[in-house]
């Protein structure tokens, strides 16, 4: 079966930093799309940033564009979200998520696979 478990998430102060992690296990397959979403309390969940692993092309929400960066480990089941510039705001559950085999991340992010969330708070 396919997992995906996130770690990383925690408190931190506004301006600073978390680097979050997501470990896809049981997926076989080299090229998918792999996201990473949050939800506020009392918001929708959102897609917040998604590479596609095949070419490692990527696209962020405008939110948090130039502040977070997405990206693989070198173990290529590993991905990560970089989080500079903290904003209170940006205080959500993060989740990863991995599509389809062989399809490019759209506008649509990927929503076939999701892991359990992790809890990210900023503090003013």
């Known amino acids: 079966a396919v997992q995906l478990v996130e770690s990383g998430g925690g408190s931190a102060q506004a301006g600073g930093s978390l680097r979050l992690s997501c470990v896809i296990t049981?997926?076989?397959?080299?090229?998918?799309?792999m996201a990473w979403f949050r939800q506020a309390p009392g918001k929708e969940r959102e897609g917040v940033a998604q590479?596609?692993?095949?070419?490692?092309?990527?696209h962020y929400a405008d939110s948090v564009k130039g502040r977070f960066t997405i990206f693989q480990g070198n173990a290529r089941n590993t991905l990560y979200l970089q989080m500079n510039s903290l904003k209170p705001e940006d205080t959500a559950m993060y989740y990863c998520?991995?599509?389809?085999?062989?399809?490019?991340?759209?506008?649509?992010?990927?929503?076939?696979?999701w892991g359990q969330g992790t809890q990210v708070t900023v503090s003013s």
């Open positions: 049981g997926y076989s397959y080299s090229r998918y799309c």
């Open positions: 998520a991995a599509g389809s085999p062989y399809i490019p991340c759209s506008g649509t992010y990927p929503n076939r696979y």
């Open positions: 590479i596609y692993t095949g070419d490692s092309s990527t």
